[in-house]
């Protein structure tokens, strides 16, 4: 699974593709040590933080929440990312199995 809660929110892995045609959840991605990411397509180039912007706004579009619920809190210049999303309701929890179910 591509989440977790925590005390704090909910933990989402993210593996985010720059310089696409679209900004787009293209399913999800097992790394060698078995652990899930959410696959996410953005159009910014990796450049002055843009595509990490873009990224937090389309999540943010994406699961119907404001984007300061979202923080980039590992891997800011890698493009494996943990955001912390600092909401823990059933709404967010539906929306992210939503997710699952699409992938």
Known sequence: ????????????RVRLT?????CSIKGFFTDA??????KINV??????????AELLRC???KLNLPKSKL????????????ILIHDESETLLKSLNELMAEG
């Open 1 to 12: 699974m591509f989440f977790e809660k925590l005390e704090q929110g909910v933990l989402l």
């Open 71 to 82: 923080e980039i809190i590992f891997g800011e210049t890698d493009r494996y990312k943990k």
């Open 33 to 38: 040590e078995g652990v899930d990411f959410l």
């Open 43 to 52: 159009v910014s180039v990796p450049e002055k933080g843009k595509a990490n």
């Open 59 to 61: 999540l943010a579009k």
């Open 18 to 22: 720059t310089n696409s045609s679209s």
